[in-house]
Structure formats: structure tokens, C-alpha cells
């Protein structure tokens, strides 16, 4: 799945057990955990219980490509312990213990064969020690992978094939033994103090010695001096000091060592590749009487050893019965120490995938003298204490775990699955069986039925499967050629088996149309062939043979094209050149064969690195854009009735909601320049998507079910929109043309081509109005006359036919004609099914099922994403934590209960996968709360029903937030970010008859827009909907912590705050929403304490600014480049990367790199979605990049984090956000975000770049002192100076493209710190206005283009916010009205007020008393806080301060024909009277002079205080004006 996207994933694991070949095994130094890691890339982490020998397979961990090689514990951080696998191809894992979360991955040129975890002297963590094809030592940084150094060797370097790590007494040192294949003992001493990154520590000393290919180097723990080296031909003991070999023993007949430990000074365990393992007591002599132990401080030991002096074999560990093991099994003892002494644990693991325990007792001497006095000698005998494997567990499971195909009746022992497809646009899964039948299955009926409870399982032909049967034997294959490319019937469906056969279905009759059997192996893999291939080519299919053979097959005529099949080896891979009608096979020797397509012909062999950059530049060339076969087709139906009246005549829905989608987007932009602001990348993603999976060849599959959380929303709300007219849209909040329009209309030219916009937009929202009803009325006729005319034909017929052959069946003749029938039913409903409509099939209940319900077989689009939305909520939901919303969930919100714990997975880095073995409940048996079951339930139900569903209980109320906090982190957000759009989509719900009813009621009253008797109910029924999905948002938001530890709960996992943060400002805006919520309830719950330790632990990840920010962008030249700052850039800015290309199936592709070169994920940071890695890098500088980048990335989660907890909690002085350090380090970082012009590193629309945006917006108030406000607005100005043209509201849920995603958070950023902080805005925006009418006198001589500025290109923006001031802050715009009324001048037009006054251009502001407007004088006169009147000449564009009163000014009014101005001052009781004079002839400067002042009464300070109830000012004639107070006293004064 794609990597960036908030996936969900889950296991259906079928009857079998996964297959686990173990190739090595570690037990955790808590003895708590035991990892076995297989042969097939798997690995397997198992819980073990000490005390009771219990040991439960926990999760698998999928992503190596090769077998694990080796295991090691990498230490414990944040409360987890890690491990780090590596495979024989390079790859290197470190994985998160307790969710199996990949936290690291790399993939290099060095395969080890061994790791050692090894805590070194005065480092807090440890270090992995590892050795393997190459001639040095590698020490490794466990949670990054760095390699921190190496040790290498001066004299016979080599390949090190083992070696040991001991810490001599009184010493502050590590020595470090290693012995090389070619038996070259060396010996490094290590000190922290002295390891120099890049430079390599050579050895001390090296002596040669006879152990070839040693496979283990152990050094006794209890006396250093002695060494134990094992070969696969012998082990040895030799003394540390001089390496001199002190005993030998030879390899046992038939078998051969794979290593050894000491059990104590003297006895030594020695183990096989048998599965056996010996133990061993060491040569002792006699001294002068007294008895003295195998040391080597003795100098007997060092004499030539006599008869009698070997090693004596007394005990043999082995298990309990005799097995033969195909390959060789893993090993790992270790000493556990207990109160009493010490416990010895043997490990083993093998290809048969049992995991085997022996504990080892202690022998005495006289234990062992007594077994050596018996004859004949028999050998004590160790047998296992614990025997467990995934069979065994799988087996003890009752019932067994469920499987996609268990609904299948009368199959004692079905077949295997061996092959698996998803068809998403059928919704339906075919798998193909080893008996060669193929089933079909709708995909989200059969999870419904296998994992909730609900009515559907009462249903007759719920989840009923269609049979395909063709192939004589194992199906090994399935191609779905139309879901590659649209070039294919949608029909057809490929198979290949092991038949050598490839079968081409009809997938809605269930014929077989046509079989080619050309190749002599059975099939491997089909293949389809890229679009710009020859059109002959382009209707074919490729297939990959047994035979070494690969063939291309034509579906469209039926024939063999090209058979290659002169390859020496078996083909690896298959690449395309069609640009030269070339068809490269590179097969397993490294050759590459080059065939002619067209023509058959083998062109050429290349051999070495020529085949490798042949097939090389054949992936360029695959990488390059191409066109697809009638890309522009739709490109020139430029008017969405075209598409409307085309899907009407041709019965396709999907054009006709194409139409009217295209229709609300056009009333969204401009009419003669519209631009789609929709992020067309999830528009065709599938919800839900179903991948088989299979540890082993020989396995049958499993299935993995891939919830996109984004694809599902954007799914739903698509349908939502597609039912509402523009009209609707803008009643629900969702767009806001009229108001912008509105806007812009004003800040333009008053023209008549201005006037023909407005009537076109209104013209265009009603055509669309129409055309959607006109659609929706269609659509329901045709889905009738297609149900009841065409099916109801169908069925009639199919009646007739077998009443008129029932008397004449005698030969199965009447067989014969219900089959011809069925299939002419199957052709219409296949016609049926491709005009996109979904309607309801024959009845197909057998005798005696007539009782139970029939349903319709098939379903739209629509109905499969509310099955996918049913299903995940109902599997996510917590049930049982809230009894009365249960029953809410279940009867108003359309959810079901599960009937199983479910398998959960979790999607990491790279694509890494852990998923949850379902033989593993998070809650102890011991720890299980009382069975809630009605007691008559109880008692009908069997037993192993009963315990199934206790668990399921306890699992999703409970032990489903006990796992990890990934896990819920992950689901918390699926949840939440689901049900707030089912809760937008005017309270959805998430049963189908009930969702019917509200889309038909949508529809119904955008006909009809009178209110009828059923509007009460249906309003009434929809807010008991929307408190229900407002109820379970704030149970999992807020309320979760508390109701699951009240539940029982011993730890609850809360979500992760960094996860959290990177997704603040996720592409899809439900998600975004969802981790807004979270983080803040998350933060707010961790009190000041939490707080205070989650800035400590990230503050040392905020980079430093000490170099001056750069500037914003320009004020007066939008070309002008702002000056960068190298550190800032070095330390934030450099890992930005472009967003991974998806392909057609949702997943991220891939590209693999040779095994030579050293590769590893990178991640952009300014993405910040997940820990995935996307992108693929070569070289040897590959790790200092990826170091660099993982810090950067820390960097800008940091940012986000402290700029979250400063925006909400800053104010609080116990935050530490007071005016310190911090805010400002937090603020620099967010402005430099802000401010940092486009450049490839830091793209200008990125997700942190609108996260710093945004929280700017939201936390203006702390950062505002360390801010240069007029840069940071002038910067979001310019992101949203289209605001008209490309953002709609931010309720609109749609992913939007990056310019409108950002355009729109700047937008609310504005309004966030406008409402925050006014007097800031106002002034800072009237201070740029009067630099911007300085500029514009000099604009000529500066030869500048004064309309490229931000104040010109963003006047709309600007007037919405002042609008928004207006209405919301009515006390700061009166302090401030003179520095309103010059951004208001500024933004509309002067052409709007020649012919109307301002109440009817900007009606807001003349609620102010103020302010008035002269239209005979073309005069503006307003009011200042300090007594002053500001006078604006809109002929001259000029403003006159005018000095008027001693305080405020409170009313301001013009006389009808414009010759006086009438001014009250409530502050000193006066009102006077103004009259401008100009001079003769209207030249020189007008003036304006008090003719006349009166005294007034005092006004009571109730209405000083009060804006609501001030004085206004009303002429009653040209000479005389009315004093109106609030009480309705009036005052007559006559100029």
C-alpha cells in the first residue's frame, strides 16, 4: 500500500499454519521473548512465560527479501526493547519489540554471518559487533545502523568467521577476539576513548593457528583464559595467553558442529547440525594429591596429553523422538542468573518451525563418577522441557482462525489456496485452489460474514462464491488484464497452473473462453505487457514457464505471438524495450536474452556488466511518462454537458457524476480560467485492498485486508458532494464563492464585463442545479427500467422455458436448457453489470431454503464503500466500554459486533509489515475479567464458542488499546478521522435501506424545496445520528484512557505524540482534523509534568538561529528573490524530496538496486505522514545522507510538537514558553518555515510548511514578540492571494492540491491572527498600505509593476479578513476606524463609488457611526480615536487629517447635498459643524473649516460603555441634523 497513506491493515490467516523454516533463533536477555527468524524472510516473535513454560507465537514480521541470517538484542529505549535482523542479501532491520514496528532498515553490500550485541564501558547503549564476507569487524550503531567503526587487520586480513568480546578484570578496556576463515587468530583492544569515526582499529596481536573456517570462538566465563573453538570437523580448546591448543575432539560420523559454550569451567556443550547437542567434561590431573580443576593456570594441562586425558562425553541433549531435518536448525544457549546460582537454557529451533527448550541441570562430580562407574556407559540423557510450534499452536485453537473461504459448505478438507486477486472494481477476491478451481467471492460480503455478527448471516446467498473450474491441477497464477490497463476487456480473467495451461475466463458468465497450452512447464507468473508497445503487443499477455521459457499470447486473436524459450537457466525477470520492439529476459546465470516481439527473433545474448546497464536503462525508460492509449480523449470535452449527455445516451453513472462533480468545481474557480483543485491521486484508489500472503511456495495463502483510510473518505464524501447542488454546498459551509466573488468583484474594475461574470456565475450554478437533479432523476429510471424490464424479461424467459421442456426432460435435456438459461441471464447481467448499474439477480435458493431472505447479489460503487466503512468501524470500535452507546452503534449508526479478535497489522518503514498472530490475545488468561453472556446463551453454546467469545469481548474492549501505542495511534485516527465524515456527510449512517432514504431525501428536497410533514421527523432522526457519531468520536478522543483501565486495563497504550504531529497537516483533511484532536487531548491529558519532559526530550532537536531570518516576500516586486540563510537551510530544508508515485493498485512501486551497491530508504521529511521510507538511494555516502535526513526530520517533528504545545499551553508560565528561549528558538523556526522562499529543497507547498503556517495562526499571541509581523502577514498574503480562484472552505474534505491546501491554511491563518490579535493586523496592514501608496506615485520612475505586488494580488483576501473584523470585533475596528477605512480604500475599487454610495459597495463598515459617505462630493469622512477626522478626496485620492475634537469622535454625517459635515464628540458633549471650501475655479487646495459648535448633554456612562447604543447623527434637511441617543431622545441642531 502506498507508504504515505493512513493504512489499516488486518489478517485472515486461514485453517493452516504459516510455515516457518528456522534458520536462527535469540532469546531476549529478559527471557521474556523469543525471535526466531526463518529461511523464507520471516521473522517470528514469540512470547514466553517462565514461570509456566507457556510460549504463544505473538506477531510475524514481513519485509527481508532473503533469509534471516543472524538476530541481536539492540538494546531498550523509551520502555521498548529492539532487535536487528540481517539477511544473506544485505538487508539489515532494526524492529520495535513490542508491536514489531521496523524502526530502521538499510541495505548494503556487506552480508554478515554473525552479530554480537556488546555494551561497552562508559556507553549508555549497546553496540553491534559484526562480522562476515569482508575482512574486517563492523561495529554498529543498533537504533540507527551507522557503522560507528571498524577493526581491521594489518597482517592476512580476511574474512572474520567468528569472534568473542570480554572485559578483563581490572581493566577499562574491551578485548576483542576474532578468529578468520583461514584459522588467523587476532586480538583488538577497543576503548570508547579511542574510536575516530572513518578510521579503522587495527589488532594487537595475530597468531595462526590449525582451526579453518571456525563457525564459534567462546571464551569462558568463568575463567577468561580458556577458549573454545568449534569447527564443523572438531572443536578445541586452547589458552587465551599464548593460543596453545590445550585438548582436540574430531566430529562424530555423519554429523557436523555447529558450536558451543561452556556450562561451567570444566564442562563444555557442544551442539550439531542434527539437532543433537554433547556435553563434555574437560581432562583433569592429579598434583601432589590434590584434585585440580581443567584450569590453564596449570602446567599439567600444558603437557602432552596421555591416554585418557580427553575430553569424556557424559550427556547428550536431544528431543524426544528421532527426526530427520532437511536443513540444519539454530541454536543459542544462555545462563539466566536466580537467587540460587544460575538457570542454563538451551535453545533450538528448526526447519520443521518447533521450538525446542531444554534446561540443563547441574552434574556434580560424583553424579558423574557414578555414571561413569556403570557398563556398559550409557551417557546421561537431557530431554526438552518445552516442545511448541505454530502447528501446535493453530491446532489448539478452537475453532481454528478464520479463512476467506470457510463459508464454502461440504468441504471437510478444502483445498489449498494457492493463488489470490482482488478485483476492486467488482469488489470481488478470486482464488484459485490446488485442486485448480477458482473462486469468486464478493470481498466485503465474505469479511462481514467471517468476522461480524449481524443479519447477514441469516442470508441465503450472502458472500455467494461463483466456481471456475478448468485446470487439472494447482492454479499458480491470476491476472486481471483490464485492472493492469483499461485496454483489456473488463470481462477477462487470466490463470496459469500447473497444467502448463493458461485459461482466459468470462468472469460474469463463468465460461472459459479460450486455453493455450504452448509452454512445457507449469506457468509461474503472468505479466502485462506496457502501453506503448505495438497495438498487436498491447493485446497481449505475458507468462513465465517452468521451462525457462516465456511467451506472449494474444487474447484478442487467440493465437501464440512469441515464444521464447531458448534460455539455459530460469528466468529471474522480464523488461521491456518497446521503442525497439525489444523483450529482455534476464535469467538466474546473469545472462540477458534480447527477443524481437514482432518478430520471434533472438536478437542477442549480453553477458556481465553489459546485461546489467541493458537492463538498467530498460528501467529509465519504463520510468519516463508515457502516454496511455487515448489519454486526451476527454481532455477536449471541455464542457461538462458533453459528458453529461454522453453518459446519459451510453447509461454510464460514472461520467454522468463526472459531469456534475466538474460542474461544482467550475462554480468553485473562474469561469474563463478554471483549475481543478482536487488532488486527483486518491479520486480512483480503492478503499480496501486484498493481498495474498504466503511465508512458502508450498503454503496456502492467507490474506492481508488493506484499509486506506484516505481513499475511504474521499470515496464517501465524492458521493456526498455528487448528491448536492452548488447551492447546497454553499449553505453547508463547504465553498464560499458567493462571498468570494463578492470580494473580488469589488477589488476589481467596476466594468460591464463585471457585471456579465456575476450573471454568468449565477447562470452557471443554476444550469448545474439542473443537470444534477436532471442526472439523479435519470439515474433512478434507468436503474428501474433495468431491474424490472430487462432482468424481469430475463427471468420470465428462463421460467417459460423450463415449464414448456419440463414434460419432454427424459435425456437431461431439460438440464441442458436451464443452463442455456442461466447463461443468457448471466449475458444480460453482464451487459447490465458493464452500463455501470448493479441491480438485483435471479434467485438461485434451492428446495427448502425458501424461508430464509434473499438479498441483492450485487452492489454499487456507493454500497461496497459503505460495506468497507461498516466493516472497519465495527472491527475498530471499542465495544463493551459504553453499554448505551453500543446499542446506539448498533441500531442507529449501523454497526456490528466482531465475532473473533481480529489480527491486526502495522505498516512501518519501507513497507514493512507486522502482523499479529491470531493464536496471541494481548490479556493473560489469569488476567481475564468475568464472562458477560446472557446465562441461556451461554449455555447453548459449546464451549470453545463460549471462550471465543469472552475473548472477543475483553480483546475489543480492552486488550485492543493494551497492544502498542503505533497501534493505536494508527486506529484512533482511522476512527475518528471515519466517523467525523460520516458525521459531515449530514449525519450518514452506515446502514444501507436507512442511507437510501437520506440520499433520496437529499435529492428529493433539492426538487422540491417545500417543507413537508416528514422534514420534522427526518431532521430529528439526523441529529440523533449526529450525536451518536459526536458520542463515539469523544469516547476514543477523550474519554478512552479512562473507560480502559476502568475496564480492567493494567497499561494503556497511548497514541504517539510524534506520529501525531507529522500528520498535523495531512493531505486529507478528515486525518488532519483526527490528529489535531488527538494531539491536543493527548497533550492536554500528559498535565504540566508530561509536558515538560516531552519538551525536554525534543527542544535538543529545535535548530538554532542565530543569522537573521530572510526576509519575506518582496512588498513591491514578487520576482525578487528573499536572501536565503546557509545554516538555517543546512539544518532544516535539505530532505525535502518529491511524494512517491503511486501505481495503478494504491501500492508505492518499488525499485530494486543490484546487491553490489549499498541502498537505503529516504525519507522527505516535510511529508511528515509516517515512518516510511520512499525513495532509494546508491552510493557510499548513502548513510552520512540518511543520517542527515533522519535529524532533519527530527527537526521539523520537533517544530511541529513544541510549536503545538506553545500555541495551546504557552500562556501558561509554568510551560516554559514565558519570554524565554524557547518560544523564541520555537518561533524563529516556524517563521523561517514561513518565510523561506521555493527552492527544490524546501518546496514552496509543502505539509510542514503549511504546519508552520497554521500554527503561527493559532499561536500568534506567544510568538508575536519575536516575530516581524509585517513579513510573516505579507508572507501568507501572497499564499493566498488566489483564495478566490483555488480554496474552499476548511470543511471541505476533498484532498485538495498543494497551491489550494496552502492557499486555504494561510486563509484561516489570517483569520486566526486577525481575530487573535486586531490591533496588530490593523495596523501592521495600514502601515504596508501607506508604503504601497508612496510606492505607486514612484511606481513609474522605479519602473515597477505595481500589480505583481502582495497588496494588489491579495486585496481580496484582505477585505474578507477586514470584513470578518468587522462583524466579530466591532470595539477594535472603532479604535482603529481612520487605519480601516485606508485598507478598505485600498482593497475596493474607486470605480464602485462613483455611482453608489459605501453602504451599498461595503455595507459592513457604514454600520459604524463614524463613518459617511458623500456620493455628490465623492468624500469620505471618518472618525479617529484621538479626535481627529480623516477626510478622503476619492477624486483626488487623497486623505486630509483634519483636527476636530478633544477625544474620540463617536458620529460622523454628511448633509444631503454634501455641504456640511456634522461631527459629535460624546467624550466633551459637542457637535459641530464642517463646511470644505475650495478655491476659485476649483483649483488650489480645498479646506475645511468649523462653521459652527454646539454643547450637548452629557450622555450616562452606561452608554459610554456600551458600542451597541452609541450616538447617530440624521439629516432631516440640507441645514438641519437630528441627535439620536439610544433611548430615542432626539436633538435638533441647524448649521
Same mark, same amino acid.
Given at each position: 500500500?502506498?507508504s ?9 490467516? &486461514? ?52 533469509s534471516?541470517?543472524?538476530l ?7 520502555g ?50 559484526c ?36 572485559r ?10 576474532g578468529?578468520?576463515t583461514g ?13 575516530r ?22 571464551c ?11 569447527t ?8 587465551a ?23 561451567? +569451567? ?11 547437542? #554433547? ?11 590434590? *584434585? ?15 591416554? &585418557? ?5 557424559? $550427556? ?6 528421532k ?25 533450538r ?16 562430580d ?41 463459508q ?27 485442486d485448480?478451481?477458482?473462486?469468486l ?46 485496454? #483489456? ?6 490463470s ?48 513465465i ?35 525497439h ?5 534476464a ?50 470535452l ?61 503454503d ?10 484516505e ?10 458532494y ?11 459551509e ?15 474594475? +467596476?466594468?460591464?464585463e463585471?457585471?456579465? =461574470? ?70 444480460i ?49 471499542s ?43 494481548p ?14 446463551? *451461554? ?35 482511522a476512527?475518528?478521522?471515519? +466517523? ?45 445520528? =449526529?450525536?451518536?457519531w ?13 473507560c ?7 497499561t ?35 498535565g504540566v ?11 535538543p ?29 543546512q ?24 546487491? $553490489? ?35 532533519r ?26 519570554? &524565554? ?13 514561513v ?51 483555488? +480554496?474552499?472552505?476548511?470543511?471541505y474534505g ?17 483569520t486566526?491572527?486577525a ?8 495596523t ?28 494588489h ?6 477585505l ?57 462630493t ?8 484621538? &479626535?481627529s ?32 459635515l ?9 457637535l ?6 475650495s ?10 473649516k ?28 440640507n ?17
Open positions: 500500500m502506498g504515505l497513506n493512513l493504512v489499516v491493515p488486518l489478517v485472515m490467516w &486461514g485453517r493452516e499454519a504459516p510455515t516457518h523454516d528456522i534458520s536462527c533463533v535469540l532469546f531476549t536477555r529478559d527471557v521474556r521473548t523469543i525471535v526466531t527468524g526463518s529461511r523464507d524472510g520471516q521473522i517470528c516473535v514469540w512470547d514466553f512465560e517462565p514461570p509456566t513454560l507457556k510460549l504463544t507465537p505473538r506477531c510475524l514480521l514481513v519485509g527481508h527479501t532473503a534471516v541470517t543472524c541481536a538484542q539492540g538494546g531498550k529505549a523509551r521498548t526493547s529492539y532487535i536487528v535482523s540481517s539477511s544473506e542479501n544485505g538487508e539489515m532491520c532494526t524492529w520495535d519489540l513490542r508491536d514489531g514496528r521496523c524502526v530502521e532498515v538499510l541495505k548494503s553490500a556487506n552480508v554478515h554471518s554473525s552479530m554480537t550485541a556488546y555494551q561497552m564501558l562508559n556507553v549508555t547503549d549497546v553496540r553491534l559487533f562480522v562476515g564476507n569482508y575482512p574486517e569487524i563492523l561495529v554498529y550503531d543498533p537504533h540507527t545502523l551507522d557503522i560507528l567503526f571498524s577493526l581491521a587487520a594489518r597482517i592476512q586480513p580476511d574474512w572474520i568467521s567468528a569472534l568473542h568480546i570480554l578483563p578484570p581490572r581493566r577499562n578496556d574491551e578485548v576483542v577476539l578468529v578468520t584459522g588467523w587468530v587476532k586480538v583488538w583492544t577497543v576503548s570508547e576513548k579511542e574510536v569515526p572513518r578510521e579503522p582499529i587495527f589488532e594487537h596481536e595475530s597468531k595462526m593457528i590449525r582451526s579453518l573456517n571456525a563457525l564459534c570462538l567462546v569462558c566465563t568463568y575463567n577468561q583464559r580458556t577458549v573454545l573453538i568449534v564443523q570437523d572438531d572443536w578445541q580448546i586452547y589458552d595467553g599464548d593460543f596453545s591448543q590445550l585438548c582436540h575432539v574430531g566430529g562424530i560420523p555423519g554429523e557436523r558442529w555447529m558450536g558451543g559454550d561452556f556450562l561451567s +569451567a570444566d564442562r563444555v556443550l557442544v551442539w550439531n547440525d542434527m539437532g543433537q547437542a #554433547y556435553i563434555y567434561k574437560l581432562p583433569t590431573k592429579l598434583l601432589r594429591g590434590a *584434585a585440580v580443576s581443567c584450569i590453564v593456570e596449570s602446567r599439567a594441562f600444558h603437557n602432552k596429553q596421555a591416554e &585418557g586425558d580427553n575430553p569424556i562425553l557424559y $550427556g547428550i541433549v536431544q528431543p524426544t523422538s527426526e530427520q531435518l532437511v536443513n540444519a536448525p539454530a541454536w543459542q544457549f544462555m545462563t539466566i542468573p536466580i537467587n540460587n546460582g544460575a538457570e542454563k537454557l538451551l535453545l529451533g528448526d526447519c520443521e518451525g518447533q521450538v525446542i527448550l531444554w534446561r540443563l541441570a547441574d552434574v556434580s560424583h553424579q558423574l563418577n557414578q555414571i561413569l562407574q556403570v557398563q556398559p556407559f550409557q551417557p546421561l540423557v537431557f530431554t526438552p522441557t518445552l516442545n511448541h510450534s505454530m502447528m501446535t499452536a493453530w491446532a489448539a485453537m478452537m475453532p481454528p482462525p478464520i479463512g476467506v473461504l470457510d464454502l459448505e461440504g468441504e471437510k478438507n478444502p483445498p489449498r489456496i494457492t493463488a489470490s486477486l482482488f478485483l476492486p472494481l467488482q469488489g470481488r477476491l478470486a482464488c484459485g485452489r490446488e485448480g478451481s477458482i473462486i467471492v464478493p470481498a466485503t460480503e465474505t469479511i462481514m460474514l467471517h468476522l461480524l455478527h449481524g443479519k447477514h448471516q441469516h442470508y441465503h446467498n450472502w458472500a455467494q462464491p461463483m466456481v471456475l473450474r478448468g485446470h487439472q491441477g494447482r492454479v499458480n497464477c491470476l491476472l486481471y488484464p483490464h485492472g493492469e490497463s483499461s485496454r #483489456y476487456d473488463m470481462a477477462h480473467l487470466v496459469g497452473g500447473i497444467d502448463f495451461s493458461i485459461n482466459v475466463w468470462d468472469m460474469y458468465t463463468g465460461n472459459l473462453v479460450h486455453r493455450f497450452v504452448v509452454q512445457a512447464g507449469q506457468i509461474l507468473q503472468l505479466l502485462v505487457p506496457p502501453p506503448t508497445c505495438t497495438p498487436r503487443i498491447q493485446n497481449c499477455i505475458c507468462s514457464s517452468e521451462d525457462h521459457s516465456v511467451a506472449l499470447l494474444s487474447i484478442k486473436e487467440r493465437k501464440l505471438v512469441l515464444l521464447a524459450s531458448k534460455h539455459l537457466y530460469p528466468v529471474l525477470t522480464v523488461k521491456w524495450r518497446p521503442e520492439d525489444f523483450l529482455m529476459v535469467t538466474q546465470d546473469g545472462s540477458v536474452y534480447v527477443w524481437q516481439m514482432e518478430t520471434g527473433h533472438l536478437d542477442r545474448v549480453l553477458q556481465g556488466v553489459t546485461a546489467e546497464e541493458v537492463l538498467g536503462a530498460c528501467d529509465e525508460h519504463s520510468a519516463a511518462p508515457g502516454s496511455g492509449a487515448g489519454g486526451g480523449s476527454d481532455a477536449g471541455a464542457n461538462p454537458a458533453v459528458h453529461l449527455f454522453r453518459g446519459l445516451r451510453h447509461r454510464n453513472l460514472a461520467a454522468i457524476r463526472h459531469a456534475a462533480q466538474r460542474g461544482i468545481q467550475q462554480v468553485l474557480g473562474e469561469q474563463n480560467n478554471y483549475q481543478d483543485i482536487h488532488d486527483s491521486s486518491k479520486m480512483r484508489t480503492c478503499p480496501l485492498m486484498i493481498q495474498g500472503l504466503r511465508t512458502n511456495k508450498q496456502a495463502n492467507s490474506h492481508v485486508l488493506f484499509f486506506d483510510i481513499a475511504l473518505i474521499v470515496q464517501l464524501l465524492s458521493d456526498e455528487t448528491l448536492m447542488s452548488p447551492g447546497t454546498l454553499e449553505a453547508n463547504l465553498i464560499m464563492s458567493s462571498q468570494y466573488q463578492r470580494m473580488n468583484v469589488l477589488t476589481h474594475p +467596476a466594468s460591464p463585471a457585471a456579465k =461574470k456575476i450573471a454568468a456565475f449565477s447562470l452557471v450554478e443554476e444550469f448545474f442545479g439542473k443537470v444534477k437533479d436532471k442526472a439523479g432523476e435519470m439515474e433512478k429510471k434507468m436503474k428501474e427500467k433495468d431491474k424490472h424490464d430487462i432482468l424481469g424479461r430475463a427471468k420470465d424467459r428462463a421460467v417459460n422455458m423450463e415449464k414448456k421442456f419440463r414434460e419432454r426432460d427424459q435425456h437431461g435435456l431439460l438440464s441442458r436448457v436451464k443452463e442455456s438459461a442461466e447463461s443468457v441471464q448471466n449475458l447481467q453482464n451487459k447490465v453489470d458493464q452500463s455501470g448499474f448493479r441491480p438485483t439477480t435471479l434467485s438461485s435458493a434451492k428446495d427448502g431454503s425458501s424461508g430464509r431472505v434473499q438479498i441483492p447479489r450485487h452492489l454499487d460503487v456507493t454500497a461496497q464503500t459503505l460495506q468497507i466503512g461498516q466493516v472497519l468501524m465495527s472491527l475498530l470500535h465495544w463493551g466500554l459504553d453499554p448505551s452507546l453500543d446499542q446506539t452503534c448498533e441500531h442507529i449508526l449501523g454497526l456490528l459486533k466482531p465475532r473473533v479478535p481480529v489480527s491486526y497489522g502495522l505498516i512501518s518503514k519501507s513497507g514493512y509489515m507486522s502482523l499479529l498472530m491470531p493464536t496471541w490475545h490479556v493473560r488468561d489469569s488476567e481475564m475479567p468475568a464472562i458477560n453472556l446472557p446465562p441461556d446463551l *451461554a449455555a447453548e453454546l459449546p464451549p470453545e464458542m463460549v471462550k471465543l467469545e469472552h475473548r472477543t469481548q475483553v480483546f475489543t474492549g480492552r486488550g485492543h488499546w493494551e497492544i502498542s501505542p503505533a497501534l493505536t495511534t494508527h486506529h484512533l485516527l476512527l475518528v478521522s471515519v +466517523a467525523n465524515t460520516l458525521q459531515d456527510m449530514n449525519a450518514a449512517t452506515l446502514i444501507p435501506e436507512q442511507e437510501r432514504r437520506r440520499k433520496n431525501h437529499i435529492q428529493s428536497s433539492k426538487a422540491n424545496q417545500s417543507v413537508n410533514s416528514h422534514e420534522d421527523d427526518f431532521s430529528r432522526q439526523q441529529s440523533i445520528i =449526529k450525536q451518536g459526536s458520542t463515539l468520536t469523544a469516547l476514543h478522543t477523550v474519554l478512552l484512557p479512562d480502559v483501565v476502568a475496564a480492567g486495563a493494567n494503556y497504550q497511548p497514541p504517539m505524540v510524534e506520529i501525531l504531529a507529522r500528520r498535523w497537516q495531512d493531505r486529507c483533511q478528515e486525518v488532519r482534523e483526527a490528529a489535531q484532536a488527538l494531539l491536543k487531548t493527548e497533550l492536554s491529558r500528559m509534568e508530561g509536558r515538560q519532559k516531552l519538551v525536554e526530550s525534543w527542544t532537536h529545535l535548530p538554532s538561529h542565530m543569522e537573521p531570518l530572510p526576509t519575506g516576500p518582496s512588498h513591491y516586486n514578487n520576482h525578487q528573490e528573499p536572501p536565503h540563510t546557509p545554516r538555517l537551510e539544518q532544516i530544508n535539505k530532505a525535502n524530496t518529491a511524494t512517491p508515485q503511486a501505481t495503478s493498485n494504491g501500492t508505492s512501486g518499488n525499485t530494486t538496486t543490484s546487491a $553490489g551497491t549499498s541502498e537505503r530508504g529516504m525519507e522527505p521529511h516535510p511529508q511528515l505522514d509516517e515512518d516510511h521510507y520512499d525513495e532509494e538511494m546508491d552510493g557510499e555516502t548513502c548513510r552520512e545522507v540518511v543520517a542527515q535526513s533522519e535529524g526530520r527530527k527537526q521539523a517533528t520537533a517544530i511541529i510538537l513544541l510549536g503545538v504545545i506553545g500555541a495551546y499551553h504557552g500562556q501558561d508560565s509554568a510551560e516554559g514558553f514565558g519570554l &524565554g528561549n524557547l518560544a523564541m528558538q520555537t518561533s524563529k523556526a516556524l517563521a523561517y518555515l518565510l523561506a522562499p521555493s527552492c527544490p529543497k524546501l518546496p514552496g507547498h509543502t505539509p510542514l510548511r503549511r504546519a508552520a503556517i497554521d500554527l503561527i495562526g493559532r499561536g500568534f499571541p506567544v510568538w508575536e514578540p519575536y516575530l516581524d509581523v509585517a513579513k510573516i502577514l505579507l508572507a501568507l498574503l501572497d499564499f493566498c492571494a488566489d483564495t478566490d480562484r483555488l +480554496a474552499p472552505s476548511m470543511k476533498l484532498p485538495l492540491i498543494p497551491e489550494a491546501d496552502s492557499c486555504r491554511t494561510s486563509s484561516n491563518a489570517l486566526l491572527i481575530e487573535a490579535r486586531p490591533p496588530a493586523f490593523i501592521t496592514m495600514a502601515r504596508e498600505v501607506a508604503r504601497f501608496n508612496a510606492l505607486q506615485q514612484n511606481a513609474q520612475s522605479l519602473q515597477l509593476n505595481i500589480h505583481n505586488t502582495v497588496l494580488r491579495a486585496k481580496t483576501e484582505i474578507r479578513v477586514m470584513e470578518y473584523l468587522i462583524v466579530h470585533k466591532r470595539c477594535h475596528i472603532m479604535d482603529l476606524m481612520v487605519e480601516v477605512m485606508d485598507i478598505v480604500l485600498h482593497c475596493v475599487d474607486p470605480g464602485h463609488l462613483k455611482s453608489r454610495g459605501l453602504n451599498e459597495v461595503f455595507p459592513s463598515i457604514c454600520g459604524f457611526p463614524q463613518v459617511s459617505h458623500c456620493p455628490h465623492r468624500r469620505i469622512a471618518t472618525g479617529a480615536k484621538n &479626535g477626522i480623516a477626510m478622503y478626496e476619492l477624486r483626488a485620492s487623497k486623505c486630509q487629517m483634519i483636527p476636530g475634537h478633544g477625544s474620540a469622535v463617536t458620529a460622523l454625517s454628511f448633509s444631503p447635498d454634501g455641504k456640511y456634522a461631527s459629535y464628540c460624546m467624550g466633551e458633549n459637542k459641530s459643524f464642517w463646511q470644505t471650501s478655491g476659485m475655479f476649483g483649483l488650489g487646495a480645498s479646506q475645511t468649523c462653521t459652527k459648535t454646539f454643547s450637548t448633554a452629557p450622555v450616562p456612562d452606561i452608554v459610554r460603555m456600551n458600542p451597541q447604543r452609541l450616538p447617530k447623527l440624521v439629516w432631516i434637511s441645514k438641519t441634523v437630528v441627535l439620536m441617543m439610544a433611548d430615542g431622545t432626539e436633538h435638533r441642531f441647524n448649521a
